[in-house]
């Protein structure tokens, strides 16, 4: 089955899936976190990525990113992979690859729909069974962006500073999307979307990607209105 081409448009977040090889580990101790949050840290800046939400899991990582170029994304990501593997087969005596061939990534509307995504990557412990609640769990963004929380790793999207005008305000409002789950479905459209490469976003936004890539985009199931989330 042919690779389905990525969107690449500058300005428009993206949400972005690596796994290890066959799934597997990619995170051995606490030190490999740091390092690898270090590597990210200096290859986002580096290449023009705005990185909005993460959460790193054992075996795979998350990420909410705006490139600012068309290869602002994959040279990150090539740079954190080559820097990273090299780290971990020297420091943990293993050898070949750590990540799949392959990351996914899908381009996300910057409206509800991004906070969709903002939600979805930092319920991924508490998905996993490690934590019931987000606050607990040290490797992602939920600290900065819910709890206001001092990250050098996150540049917060303008979708995000519109919760609110004030941070403990903006806090509290961000705070109060993950009482509930989503609308139902959410979380099966955010995986279908990344998983294939298509986009996560109403008709109009498809539209508007369309027009500007000038070809059809690629067509899932029909996406559903946002509920239960305030912009």
Known sequence: ??????????????????????????????????????????????????IHAYVFMTNHVHLLVTPDSEDSLPK??????????????????RTGTLWEGRYKACLVATDAYLLACYRYIELNPVRAGMTQDPARYRHSSYGCNALGRADALVTP?????????????????????????????????????TASCRLFGSDSFKEMVSQQIGRPVRQGRAGRPRRGIAI
Not at 161 to 172: T, V
């Open 76 to 93: 990150l990501v090539q740079a954190v992979g080559r820097r990273y593997v090299r780290y971990v087969n020297d420091t943990h005596g």
């Open 1 to 50: 089955m042919p690779r389905q081409p990525r969107y690449r448009i500058p300005g428009l977040p993206q949400h972005v899936v690596q796994r290890g090889n066959d799934r597997q580990t990619t995170f051995f101790s606490p030190d490999d976190y740091r390092r690898y949050r270090k590597y990210l840290e200096a290859a986002a800046l580096e290449h023009g990525c705005a």
């Open 157 to 193: 999207h303008n979708t995000y500073l519109s919760l609110a005008p004030g941070a403990a305000e903006r806090c509290a409002s961000y705070r109060a999307m993950f009482t509930s789950g989503g609308p139902e479905g959410e979380l099966e459209e955010i995986r279908l979307a």
